[in-house]
């Protein structure tokens, strides 16, 4: 396996999410990688998060304590319960996605994210004011990447199903997100 140049490809899934899709899954990398990138990305998710908790806190914005222990375990629960809502809800409307292929899109996502997180941070020390705007552009666009990483893991043929895909994986995620938060999501 030969890894691409990771700049490219950050902006070639900025650009072009297909495209980039498309070149992800030609990585076909092993299960022992998939799963190292997959703890690395909950771990640096983490950094990033307790980063933003306390930047918000810092502003005087509202607390929210949480163990490291807590955020890590919510963090790989969440990864991986989007995994497989895209695999089983992909699969019930028709795609042919594989665990792997909805792993490596899911993990690349996750640390493009994440760089997302880390660059907000650091607008926020300048201005939090940015915060806010900059984590819901990062959410809308993200939202954007994952309908084409969608649409070519399952091999749809169409934005539609993919839209699909993740309205019902959010339905799903409801019940999951109030059980490892029974005070809502946070």
């Given at each position: 396996m030969?890894?691409?140049?990771?700049?490219p490809?950050?902006?070639?899934?900025?650009?072009?999410?297909?495209?980039?899709?498309?070149q992800?899954?030609?990585?076909?990398?092993?299960?022992?990688?998939?799963?190292?990138?997959?703890f690395?990305?909950v771990?640096?998710?983490?950094?990033?998060?307790?980063?933003?908790?306390?930047?918000?806190a810092?502003?005087?914005?509202?607390?929210v304590?949480?163990s490291?222990?807590?955020?890590?375990?919510r963090?790989?629960?969440?990864?991986?319960?989007?995994?497989?809502?895209?695999?089983?809800?992909?699969?019930?409307?028709?795609g042919?996605?594989?665990?792997?292929?909805?792993?490596?899109?899911t993990?690349?996502l996750q640390?493009?994210q994440i760089?997302a997180?880390?660059?907000?941070?650091?607008?926020?020390?300048?201005?939090?004011?940015?915060?806010?705007?900059?984590i819901l552009?990062?959410?809308?666009y993200?939202?954007?990447?994952?309908?084409h990483?969608?649409n070519?893991?399952?091999k749809f043929?169409s934005?539609?199903?993919?839209?699909?895909?993740?309205?019902?994986?959010a339905l799903l995620?409801?019940?999951?997100?109030?059980?490892?938060?029974?005070?809502?999501?946070?």
């Amino acid at each position: 396996m030969t890894i691409p140049p990771l700049g490219p490809l950050a902006s070639l899934t900025l650009r072009k999410p297909a495209e980039a899709a498309r070149q992800i899954l030609a990585l076909n990398p092993g299960r022992e990688v998939l799963w190292l990138a997959f703890f690395l990305a909950v771990v640096l998710n983490c950094i990033a998060q307790m980063g933003i908790d306390m930047s918000i806190a810092a502003s005087g914005g509202p607390t929210v304590s949480q163990s490291i222990p807590v955020v890590l375990i919510r963090s790989a629960g969440t990864m991986l319960f989007s995994i497989l809502a895209f695999l089983y809800v992909g699969r019930f409307l028709g795609g042919t996605g594989r665990f792997e292929d909805l792993m490596i899109l899911t993990i690349w996502l996750q640390f493009l994210q994440i760089a997302a997180l880390v660059a907000t941070l650091a607008l926020s020390l300048i201005a939090v004011a940015f915060m806010a705007p900059l984590i819901l552009a990062t959410a809308i666009y993200s939202l954007y990447i994952t309908l084409h990483f969608l649409n070519e893991a399952h091999k749809f043929g169409s934005l539609g199903k993919s839209f699909g895909v993740i309205l019902l994986s959010a339905l799903l995620a409801v019940p999951f997100v109030l059980f490892l938060n029974p005070l809502g999501p946070v």
